[in-house]
C-alpha cells in the first residue's frame, strides 16, 4: 500500500518521470486522426446527427490503427483502434438499414405529408395502410375509362395522386375527380362488406392519371382489425363524399340560376325519385281534372241557405301529407343522387321564378 501511495503522490506532485523527450513530432496520420476524432464528437442528434458523429469516429480510429502499426508499433493501440473502429463501422450499417426499412416511394411520401400528417397519423399506422396496397402506384392513360357504369364491379377502393378523372352517368357530365380525392367513395359506402355491385357512373380519365388501389376484401380486413383506421377511413371518406355532393350543388347553381342547398328540403324534393301513384305530377294532373269539375257544379248547384250562427265554418278537407321516401331509395351511390331524376321533373323553368328556397316551398 505503501508503493502505490507513494507512487499516486509522485504523479499528482511530481509528474510523470519520462527517461527523454522525443524531439521529432509524430506523423501526420496521429495528427489527422485526432482532428477526425474532435470533428466526430462535435455531431449532433438525430439520424443524419448520428451518421455525421459515427462517420467521423470510424474514420479517425481507422487512421489511430494505421498510426499504431507503422509509427507507434504498439500492439494495444492497434487492438482497441480496432475495435473502436468496428463498433463505429457496424452502427452505421444499422442506421443505414433502418432509414432503408423507413423509407417510402417518393408518391408514397408526398401522400403521406399532404393527406396524412395534417390529421396527425402516426408513421407506424400510414405503414400499414400502404402495406394493405402493396405500395403499387397505377396508372391511366388519357380517355381510358377507370370503370364502366353498370359493367365494372364495386370490388376495390381507388384514391386519384395525379391527374383529372371525368365522372358522367348516360353520357351527361357530373364533376371531375382531383388528386388526393377517392374515385369511388360514393360505391364503397354504398355496399356493405357481404354485398356486391356495379358502378352506376362512368369513370375516364381525361390527362394521364394514376392512383393507388386497396383491394376490397383485404381493406375491410384491416378497417375491422385496426378501429384507428376504420375511424380515419370514415372521417376521408365522409370528407370526400360530401366534397362531392358540394360539387354537384354547384353544378345545379350554374345550370338554372339558383343556389339550391342539399341540405334543405326543397331541393331533397326535386332531386328524390317521383312515385309511381302517388307523386307530385300524378297529384298535379289530378287537381287540375277535379277543378273543371267543381266549377260546373257549382253552377248547377243552387245557393244554400246561410248556416245558423252557432254552427262553425266547415273544416276545410285534409289533404294526405305525402310520406317522405326513405333513405334507402335514394339510388345506390352518391354521384347518381343529382341529377338522375331532375331531367324528368317538369316545368324546370318554373324554378327561375322563385328568389328564394323558402319562396319555392310556399
Known amino acids: 500500500m505503501s508503493a502505490n501511495s507513494q507512487a499516486v503522490s509522485q504523479l499528482l506532485w511530481q509528474g510523470p518521470v519520462c527517461a527523454g523527450w522525443k524531439r521529432d513530432l509524430e506523423g501526420a496520420v496521429y495528427h489527422l486522426a485526432n482532428c477526425l476524432l474532435l470533428l466526430g464528437f462535435m455531431g449532433g442528434s438525430g439520424v443524419y446527427g448520428c451518421f455525421y458523429l459515427f462517420g ?40 443505414i438499414y433502418r432509414l432503408r426499412r423507413n423509407t417510402l416511394p417518393e408518391e408514397f411520401e408526398v401522400l403521406y405529408k399532404t393527406l396524412c400528417l395534417p390529421l396527425q397519423v402516426p408513421l407506424q399506422v400510414y405503414k400499414e395502410i400502404v402495406h394493405c396496397c402493396e405500395e403499387q402506384v397505377l396508372t391511366l392513360a388519357t380517355e381510358q375509362t377507370y370503370a364502366v357504369e353498370g359493367e365494372t364491379p364495386i370490388d376495390r377502393l381507388s384514391l386519384l395522386l395525379s391527374g383529372r378523372v371525368r365522372v358522367s352517368q348516360d353520357g351527361q357530365f357530373l364533376h371531375y375527380i382531383f388528386p388526393y380525392q377517392f ?39 384491416l378497417l375491422t382489425k385496426e378501429r384507428y383506421i376504420s375511424h380515419l ?7 370526400d363524399i360530401s366534397e362531392k355532393l358540394y360539387a354537384l350543388n354547384d353544378k345545379l347553381f350554374a345550370k338554372f340560376g339558383l343556389r339550391f342547398d342539399i341540405r334543405l328540403p326543397s331541393l331533397y324534393h326535386v332531386l328524390g325519385p317521383a312515385a309511381s ?19 260546373s257544379s257549382a253552377q248547377q248547384t243552387p245557393p244554400r241557405s246561410p248556416l245558423p250562427a252557432s254552427a262553425g265554418p266547415p273544416a276545410p278537407p285534409s289533404r294526405a301529407r305525402m310520406s317522405r321516401p326513405d333513405s334507402g331509395v335514394l339510388g345506390e351511390d352518391s354521384t347518381s343522387l343529382v341529377l338522375e331524376d331532375f331531367e324528368e321533373v317538369s316545368g324546370s323553368e318554373s324554378f327561375m321564378d322563385y328568389r328564394s328556397d323558402g319562396e319555392y316551398m310556399r
Open 233 to 239: 377511413f370514415s372521417a376521408l371518406l365522409g370528407y
Open 56 to 95: 467521423f469516429l470510424g474514420t479517425g480510429y481507422v487512421c489511430c490503427v494505421m498510426w499504431g502499426w507503422f509509427d507507434a508499433c504498439g500492439l494495444d493501440i492497434i487492438l482497441w483502434s480496432f475495435l473502436l473502429a468496428m463498433a463505429c463501422l457496424l452502427q452505421l450499417a444499422y442506421l
Open 183 to 221: 374515385m369511388d367513395s360514393p360505391e364503397w359506402e354504398s355496399l356493405q362488406p357481404s354485398e356486391e355491385g356495379v358502378f352506376q357512373v362512368t369513370l375516364t380519365a381525361e390527362t394521364p392519371c394514376s392512383y393507388i388501389s386497396w383491394p376490397r376484401k383485404s381493406l375491410h380486413l
Open 277 to 295: 301513384d302517388t307523386g307530385p305530377e300524378s297529384e298535379k294532373d289530378d287537381e287540375e281534372a277535379r277543378e273543371p269539375a267543381m266549377a
